[in-house]
Nanobody
Framework: QLQLVEPGGGLVQAGGSLRLSCAAS??????????VGWFCQAPGTVREFVAR????????YYADSVRDRFTISRDNAKNTVYLQMNSLKPDDTAVYYC??????????????????WGQGTQVTVSS
């Protein structure tokens, strides 16, 4: 079992940066055996894929809308996955969720494939 917590959201001006964290409770040997993804959901919309990182961090996948602006990384020794968000736009405003799954194919963009979810953190980008 994994419990995921996402500190790090907040309010930022357009063009600014934020770093989100996805911290897992439990043994690191469990967390590092899971792929971790980030999703976002704005009011009235469906949950959208942002990025995914594999077990050791060697393969990373991004939505086209965030490629070259966001970077996903992980520190398995700290049981934490990060989402560095740069050049933020008002359209990035949403609740951001991290999720984990042991096995997944391809980019991992389908939120239905994930087993564990954090509670979400609000990111607001002002114009």
């Amino acid at each position: 079992q994994l419990q995921l917590v996402e500190p790090g959201g907040g309010l930022v001006q357009a063009g600014g940066s934020l770093r989100l964290s996805c911290a897992a409770s439990g043994r690191s040997s469990v967390y590092k055996s899971h792929n971790v993804g980030w999703f976002c959901q704005a009011p009235g919309t469906v949950r959208e894929f942002v990025a995914r990182i594999d077990l050791c961090g060697s393969n990373r996948y991004y939505a086209d809308s965030v490629r070259d602006r966001f970077t996903i990384s992980r520190d398995n020794a700290k049981n934490t996955v990060y989402l560095q968000m740069n050049s933020l736009k008002p359209d990035d405003t949403a609740v951001y969720y991290c999720a984990a799954v042991r096995h997944i194919n391809g980019s991992g963009s389908d939120y239905g494939n994930y087993d564990y979810w954090g509670q979400g953190t609000q990111v607001t980008v002002s114009s």
